[in-house]
């Protein structure tokens, strides 16, 4: 499982185009699953014209599965989609949350990661894992002045 950071919370870039191409040549095409928001989806695929067209490419460059993470569109609503087998397979709709959130990603590629590894299959580990997500994010917490963090702990309070 790969969870491509980009860039800063900030929006600031972390990374020079030469790691762009090394993701693109060595790490993806060894990626059970790619969970790219739609600025990394956009900086890996440049060729794309259209969001899914950048799932399908990123899907050509050897990933297996590509979770489209939908929470930088501007949509009332955020729609996730896993793609896999070059096509759209589900889309997954959430509630737009207030807020800034930090570890989000990390959060849902490492809930997918543990999932798989009990041997769910794709479509139920991100559901499940995307389901598990929005209720860290339900239940975050402010430390400090900076942005929300996830609490994954919250299911035993």
């Given at each position: ?29 060894l ?40 929470s930088h ?12 087998n ?11 949350l ?60």
């Open positions: 499982i790969f969870d491509p950071v980009m860039s800063a919370g900030g929006g600031s870039a972390l990374m020079k185009s030469s790691l762009t191409d090394a993701i693109k040549t060595l790490i993806l095409p990626c059970k699953l790619v969970t790219p928001n739609i600025p990394e989806a956009n900086q890996l695929a440049r060729e794309a014209d259209t969001l899914d067209a950048a799932a399908i490419e990123l899907l050509d460059m050897g990933a297996e599965y590509v979770l489209l993470t939908g569109d501007r949509t009332a609503d955020i729609h996730h989609k896993l793609f896999g070059n096509r759209l397979l589900k889309t997954f709709n959430y509630q737009r207030e807020g800034e959130y930090h570890g989000s990603g990390c959060t849902l590629a490492a809930s997918i990661a543990a999932l798989l590894a009990q041997g769910e299959d794709m479509t139920n580990a991100v559901h499940s894992a995307l389901d598990y997500t929005y209720k860290t994010l339900l239940n975050a917490q402010r430390l400090g002045m900076g942005q929300l963090i996830p609490d994954r702990f919250f299911w035993i309070k």
